[in-house]
């Protein structure tokens, strides 16, 4: 029958919606979440931050610039799939090299359009993030009860550590700049500043971002020790963004950032996974969101300016603002809810932010971020 569906998403509470699938054939099961961005669902797909998860895009021009190989965030897809309300179209963008659904298929990664992804975001939004099991088949045979039960069965995103599953294998250099026109990247030869990074799922744009403001960057996988990032001689640190449980990961990561921190002046900058990372190091606690936020178009209020920025945001935990110790401050809050955005030691230039500044995807607002960490590290010289 030409209207049977091809593929289908059964959530943990019974819910099954049906739909048109693309991409790879098979099976998966995650937490899933929605991301309201109107551009990047490369950049998306590819951000290690959402491994374990299956995105829900309510933007429904999806597939529609097709992808290439610069606007990887990472070699793959990471995030586990995706639900989309409009089948993609042919690319029609001077950028493009493939289509979105063979990029998927030949990465693995399923996904499902046809969907009523207004109907699914209100859902996450009232009950939290739910969790999920999709599947694909051309045929069209779905054995529903077992797909609902894979999802029952999913352990869910809390105590996990999936900062492991992500990071590099072995330390590398990076001098890939941001993207210009009309030369594309640019490699940075006149670097002033010697950063250590560690990866906990680093997306590339953040070391380019990194690159552009002046850093000649070394990258750390995740269970780095503060004595192999002190043997680099780092004129400063930073924490990278990553997916999972903080808590988790904070096991190995916790005591890294608590020695650098003790044993040196030097400037430490956290984004998303790296910000909590931080938090932890210093005494806070860390809870897991209802939803999270994910999208390009978040206000966040830096308490010390008054001014708001619209940042992209990428994150499901979230740290508790009330177990800030005495000596960190609260600098920035999220206006959609209150969340805490960032934090500062006092008289260090120590701080870090939940929101992603390199904005891939997402507004500029932020950049000047990169900017402040390299004059920390510029006024130590």
């Not at 993030?129 to 069209?140: K, S, V, Y």
């Not at 990074?197 to 552009?212: H, P, Q, T, V, Y």
């Not at 850093?215 to 400063?236: I, R």
Request: hydrophobic share 40%; with cysteine; net charge negative.
């Amino acid at each position: 029958m030409a209207d049977r569906p091809t593929a289908c998403l059964a959530l943990a509470d019974g819910t099954v919606f049906y739909g048109r699938g693309f991409g790879a054939t098979g099976q998966t099961r995650a937490e899933l979440c929605f991301n309201t961005a109107m551009t990047g669902y490369q950049e998306i797909m590819t951000d290690p931050s959402y491994a374990g998860q299956i995105v829900t895009f309510t933007f429904p021009h999806i597939g529609n610039v097709g992808v290439n190989p610069e606007d990887d965030e990472t070699n793959d897809p990471v995030a586990e799939g995706m639900v989309v309300k409009w089948d993609p179209t042919e690319p029609s963008n001077w950028r493009a090299t493939e289509n979105l659904s063979e990029w998927l298929a030949k990465r693995g990664r399923i996904a499902i359009g046809g969907i009523d992804t207004r109907r699914l975001t209100r859902a996450i939004r009232l009950q939290g993030a739910p969790h999920a099991a999709l599947a694909h088949d051309p045929e069209g045979n779905f054995d529903t009860d077992a797909l609902i039960a894979s999802a029952r069965a999913f352990p869910g995103l809390e105590g996990l550590d999936l900062a492991l599953d992500v990071t590099c294998a072995q330390s590398y250099r990076w001098d890939e700049m941001r993207w210009a026109w009309p030369a594309g990247y640019s490699r940075q030869t006149e670097a002033r500043h010697k950063v250590v990074a560690l990866d906990f799922g680093a997306k590339r744009n953040i070391l380019r971002c990194l690159a552009s403001a002046g850093c000649d960057v070394t990258v750390l996988p995740a269970t780095a020790t503060a004595d192999e990032v002190l043997a680099h001689q780092p004129d400063g640190v930073f924490l990278s963004n990553g997916p999972g449980d903080p808590a988790a990961t904070g096991a190995y990561a916790v005591p890294m950032i608590q020695k650098v921190l003790s044993e040196t002046q030097l400037p430490v900058f956290g984004i998303c996974l790296g910000h909590q990372m931080l938090a932890l190091a210093l005494g806070a606690r860390t809870i897991k969101m209802s939803h999270g936020h994910h999208g390009a178009n978040h206000p966040v209020k830096d308490l010390e300016t008054g001014k708001v920025e619209i940042t992209s945001m990428n994150h499901g935990f979230t740290v508790d603002s009330q177990t800030l110790p005495e000596g960190v401050k609260e600098t920035h809050v999220s206006l959609f809810d209150g969340s805490n955005c960032g934090i500062a030691m006092k008289g260090r230039p120590v701080y870090s932010v939940q929101y992603h500044p390199e904005a891939s995807p997402g507004p500029m607002d932020s950049y000047y971020l990169f900017e402040r960490f390299a004059a920390a590290m510029a006024a130590r010289a």
